[in-house]
């Protein structure tokens, strides 16, 4: 009997189940590859959000609107309402930005206050009673 086809035919399996195996570790190399760099990338898109949440944390509550008037009262007045829960009054502003209390310059406030409504930045809640627009 002769058995050389037979160890041919072995052979011919041997040679294509190597040349698989060597093609399937030539992937899962290539896959390594791949899944570090999708891990690396996860990484920093939380080490990203991380940043950006203690950004965000450090931000004021309220941002100032790019739309207020040019005068150096309109930010101070938001960082009024910022630093309080309730609503103020404009006699209340007045005393937080240091005026003095004479009626002009309540006057005025109250003035910058309603333009503040007007401008969708603040709220009266009642009549002479302002709030941060939630």
């Known amino acids: 009997m002769n058995i050389q086809p037979l160890f041919d035919a072995l052979g011919i399996q041997e040679d294509a189940a190597r040349a698989l195996a060597d093609d399937l ?26 940043t950006v949440t203690a950004l965000g ?21 938001l960082a009024v309402f910022n630093e309080v829960t309730g609503p103020l009054r404009a006699r209340d502003v007045c005393q937080a930005l240091d005026h003095e209390l004479l009626p002009k310059n309540v006057e005025g406030t109250r003035a910058k206050l309603k333009r503040l409504v007007k ?3 603040l709220t009266e809640v009642d009549v002479g009673s302002f709030a941060r627009k939630q």
């Open 25 to 50: 570790r030539t992937e899962i190399a290539a896959l390594q590859a791949r899944l570090r760099e999708a891990e690396t990338h996860l990484e920093h898109l939380a080490i990203t959000r991380k």
């Open 57 to 77: 944390e450090r931000l004021p509550a309220h941002p100032v609107s790019p739309d207020l008037p040019e005068h150096p009262d309109y930010p101070r007045i």
């Open 119 to 121: 401008l969708d930045v």
